[in-house]
């Protein structure tokens, strides 16, 4: 069975920091380039970081360049959003996705080639 389980969503304050985890299982993890997506209430669905295969290569929203940062360990089977400098504009809940590619320095900021989703975690930044 395959599951992408996000973690480490909560309220927190502007200017504050929070460390999101997505734990994968059922896939090989290797093999799976990763995103994080975030939505907030009434908007669509939005690309915030992704990390390829290797973990070589990353790409960022212009929203969050230079606050956040997405990295993995692959022996953990996860995947890490850490997010600085916290905006209230940062409010939504954040995605974890996978996507399985022969290319390991492959990234994408469109959600279509991630074929594989986690349910969500809340993040709530109060100004």
């Known amino acids: 069975q395959i599951q992408l389980v996000e973690s480490g969503g909560e309220l927190v304050q502007a200017g504050g920091s929070l460390r999101l985890s997505c734990a994968v299982s059922?896939?090989?993890?290797?093999?799976?380039?990763m995103a994080w997506f975030r939505q907030a209430p009434g908007k669509e669905r939005d690309f915030v970081a992704a990390v390829s295969r290797s973990g070589g290569n990353t790409d960022y929203a212009d929203s969050v360049k230079g606050r956040f940062t997405i990295s993995r360990d692959n022996a953990k089977n996860t995947v890490y959003l850490q997010m600085n400098s916290l905006k209230a504009e940062d409010t939504a809940v954040y995605y974890c996705a996978a996507g399985s590619s022969s290319d390991p320095g492959l990234i994408s900021s469109d959600y279509r080639p991630y074929r594989y989703w986690g349910q969500g975690t809340q993040v709530t930044v109060s100004s």
């Open positions: 059922g896939l090989t993890f290797s093999w799976c380039c």
